[in-house]
């Protein structure tokens, strides 16, 4: 082995050698770090971009929020149908994303609602061939139809049937579409609303076009904000709308009703009475009788009855009546002037001024409660108190004339009444501002007070 001649130099080349060595050992030691430091700060910058059939929904941190959300997403859905299933395809990418940015689980799961469609075998109402109702089962179905029917049925014991054709189905349909019992009772309950539009044309008005669509003049003012409904033009286009029932709950059944039956009267003149007088000769009896009726009823309100049959139970018992044929025509007068006398009896107080102050008829004087006779045939315009003059009769004769009968004890008349010459009409009492029973009587021709005596 040679030597290498100067040792010195031999000792400082080993001394190089082991330099070597550390410097790259600590170089590794350093690049390890360097690469660890930079792919945690790599992998802290970076998330799960969620998209649905392409369309981005958000950045979340783990693939695993995502699943763990649709799990509760089909399991909150799953209470009302069966497990429903995402309409839609769910796709990640990994990407950059700044701290902060990534959603939270409760936001992931509000977009994802919105943005998945998720449909369930359901079982479908359908009313006259569209679908109206959406339930998990047929068995909540059924429920629905037969909590309609109770709701709207008067007799629960009695058949029901739907007006509707009805028809159940199943088919595969978004969950969110899903109804419980409650809630599709709740829609029928609410109707849906019907909307239509109409062209005003020539001649109309608010009033014919509400009448002719069935509907109130309010309705159609409701539904046209803004609108005049005293303007309405040629061409103008008129919104209307009513609500409407979903569904119509038929029930027909028979009902028995016990009804009074009125008695028969028999009518005798007697000239010993005063026209207008009754009096009863034997008092009648109302019957009774039972009629069974064909009742039909929609939603709850009753649209028909029809009588089926009737069967009397107690029969009625006629009466008898006296009625007056006399007439009243007081002792003055020769019988040719166009008024008769309402009563017999002296004039107290005649036409004209009195005391200062004018006095417009006669006042006759006649016991309390003596029948007072309509002057002349005519209707009444009125029967009741009319301050001082008490209880007070008007009949209209026509050709502006009318007489009146005030301070009467009774009135035998009602408005609008047709009464003939001499017909009681009520009894002489003392009524409103008088001094003591007697009748004033007052003729009035076109709204001015005359001289009865002139007309009697």
């Known amino acids: 082995m040679r030597k290498i001649p100067f040792p010195w130099l031999q ?23 360097v690469i660890v430091t930079f792919t945690v700060i790599y992998l802290s910058g970076t998330g799960w971009a969620v ?19 649709l799990g ?9 149908g069966q497990p429903g299933r995402p309409g839609g395809k769910v796709t990640y990418r990994r990407v950059r994303v700044a701290q902060g940015d990534c959603l939270t689980q409760a936001q992931l799961k509000e977009r994802l609602e919105e943005a998945l469609d998720l449909y369930t075998r359901a079982t479908v109402v359908q009313v006259d061939g569209r679908d109206r109702f959406f339930f998990k089962d047929r068995q909540t179905a059924s429920a629905f139809l037969q909590a309609v029917v109770k709701t709207y049925a008067p007799r629960p014991e009695e058949k029901a049937a ?11 349909v978004p969950v969110s579409r899903l109804m419980s019992v409650a809630e599709a009772v709740a829609v029928v309950r609410r109707g849906i609303e019907e909307r239509w539009r109409y062209t005003v044309k020539e001649g109309d008005t608010l009033w014919d076009i509400a009448r002719a669509q ?37 029930q027909e059944y028979e009902a028995a009703k016990v009804e009074p039956i009125p008695f028969p009267r028999e009518i005798r003149y007697d000239r010993s009475l005063h026209r207008g007088q009754v009096k009863i000769v034997k008092y009648g009896k109302p019957g009774k009788k039972e009629i069974t009726y064909r009742i039909k009823v929609e939603n709850g309100v009753e649209v028909s009855r029809t009588v089926i049959r009737t069967t009397e139970l ?37 036409f004209g001024m009195r005391w200062g102050r004018m006095h417009t008829g006669l006042d006759i004087g006649s016991g309390y409660g003596t029948p007072v006779g309509a002057a002349s045939s005519g209707t009444v315009i009125r029967a009741g108190w009319y301050g001082g003059y008490g209880r007070t009769v008007d009949i209209d004769h026509g050709n502006g004339v009318v007489t009146r009968y005030a301070h009467l004890a009774s009135i035998s008349v009602g408005i609008g009444e047709v009464v003939g010459r001499g017909e ?30 002139n007309y009697l």
């Not at 000792?11 to 770090?33: D, P, Y």
């Not at 739907?162 to 595969?172: D, P, S």
């Open 11 to 33: 000792k400082g080349t080993r001394s190089v050698k082991c330099w070597h060595r550390e410097m790259k050992e600590q170089l590794l030691v350093i690049l390890a770090a």
């Open 72 to 80: 509760e997403i089909l399991q909150a859905n799953a209470t009302l």
């Open 214 to 250: 069935g509907l109130a003049v309010e309705d159609v003012i409701a539904a046209n904000p803004g609108m005049n409904p005293d303007r309405l033009s040629i061409g103008q286009v008129i919104r209307l709308r009513r609500e409407k029932p979903v569904l119509t709950v038929v």
């Open 314 to 350: 107690v029969a009625p018992v006629k009466q008898i009546e006296l009625r007056g044929s006399r007439y009243l025509l007081a002792s003055r007068g020769d019988g040719r002037a166009s008024l008769g006398w309402p009563l017999s009896g002296p004039i107290l107080s005649g």
């Open 162 to 172: 739907f007006a509707e054709k009805i028809t159940i189905t199943t088919r595969r």
């Open 51 to 69: 998209a649905v059939d392409g369309k981005m929904v958000g950045v979340v941190k783990s693939r695993a929020v995502v699943a763990a959300t």
């Open 424 to 453: 009681v009409v009520g009894t002489v009492g003392s009524s409103g501002h008088a001094y003591g029973p007697h009748l004033h009587f007052e003729v009035i021709v076109n709204g001015e007070p005359r001289n009865p005596l």
